[in-house]
């Protein structure tokens, strides 16, 4: 669970309407006096695809020599992407597996590297019409995991006569999606999915279904409300206090489905270090402009100590 990683800030989240601020020890970008030119790929996440996109239009504008290609169609296609040198940035909503890190060891005798550039919480979504305003792990459980039987909105708490009968309409991620594999993780108690959950193929998707479906619910970043939408108040276990998910309750551990969004590499520990192209996009991930352009798509900022421990990670602390 992700504990005291977000401190105070300046900058303001639009969505999901979240006041959010930017640690004031994060440095300022600087750009390179060096010329830095060539091309980038990234292939993972859609979770973190626009977060990687905003990134990369920055990076243009510090260095318009550069390309930048980003791809998003899932965090299990990253660690093929890395493996076979067709991207040097591998984005996953969540962590390699032992399987993907033993498949890359087996390559290259050294694990990938993970850097953690921001904090993302996995959101309930309900469609705005929904008369309940929070849910627990249990009852999210019994409504998406084979656990359950058949789930109407009674069972999740809504005593409406005309919500109590109607069945739960369940939306979600394919297998390919870190979210889907997170979810079930943490939501589901490792219990398989039901097959009537509708699977959508990216997070936007999830929340564009509830929004015309009145009796939908779905699981998806944070980062992609929409005014059709609410996000439900999440708890453990029925009938303890339940938490939104907001920068505190991400970082004081009340909000139970955080996570770090990640960003894997390619780097021998016994070579010669990053070239300047991926060093310098990785510094403006970790610079004060590249977490207010975390905060501007949705997700939450990283801490200058989480930052600083990433930097050190691949060489670029100076002693």
């Not at 990683?5 to 969505?15: C, F, P, R």
């Not at 904090?119 to 008369?131: H, L």
């Amino acid at each position: 669970m992700l504990k005291r990683l977000i401190i105070t800030a300046v900058a303001v989240l639009s969505t999901p309407a979240i006041a959010q601020e930017i640690d004031p020890d994060l440095p300022k970008y600087e750009v390179s006096s060096e010329g830095i030119a060539g091309s980038l790929k990234s292939v993972g996440s859609d979770t973190i695809l626009n977060l990687m996109t905003n990134w990369a239009d920055l990076f243009r504008e510090y260095y318009p020599a550069v390309q930048v290609q980003v791809e998003g169609k899932g965090s299990s296609t990253a660690p093929p992407a890395l493996l076979d040198n067709q991207a040097q940035f591998g984005p996953m909503s969540r962590e390699m597996d032992t399987d993907e890190i033993a498949e890359f060891r087996a390559a290259y005798g050294y694990e990938p590297t993970a850097l953690r550039p921001a904090i993302d919480c996995i959101a309930i979504f309900v469609n705005k019409d929904c008369p309940i305003d929070e849910i627990s792990l249990e009852q999210l459980e019994l409504a998406f995991s084979v656990r359950g039987g058949d789930v109407t909105w009674g069972d999740l708490g809504a005593d409406d006569p005309e919500w109590r009968n109607r069945p739960v309409s369940l939306y979600g991620r394919n297998s390919a999606s870190g979210t889907y594999k997170y979810f079930k993780k943490v939501a589901l108690n490792r219990n398989d999915f039901k097959e009537s959950v509708k699977e959508q193929p990216g997070s936007a998707g999830v929340v564009n279904a509830i929004s015309a479906d009145p009796y939908g619910i779905g699981y998806s970043g944070v980062g992609f409300k929409t005014p059709d939408v609410k996000i439900l108040a999440v708890s453990l276990y029925d009938n303890d206090e339940a938490f939104l998910p907001t920068p505190d309750n991400a970082n004081n551990g009340d909000y139970p489905i955080a996570r770090f969004l990640y960003v894997y590499i390619n780097l021998d520990p016994k070579g010669d270090g990053l070239d300047p192209l991926r060093a310098e996009f990785i510094r403006m991930m970790f610079s004060r402009e590249g977490q207010e352009a975390v905060i501007r798509d949705g997700s939450f900022p990283v801490t200058s100590e989480i930052a600083t421990e990433d930097l050190d990670k691949v060489g670029l602390i100076e002693d």
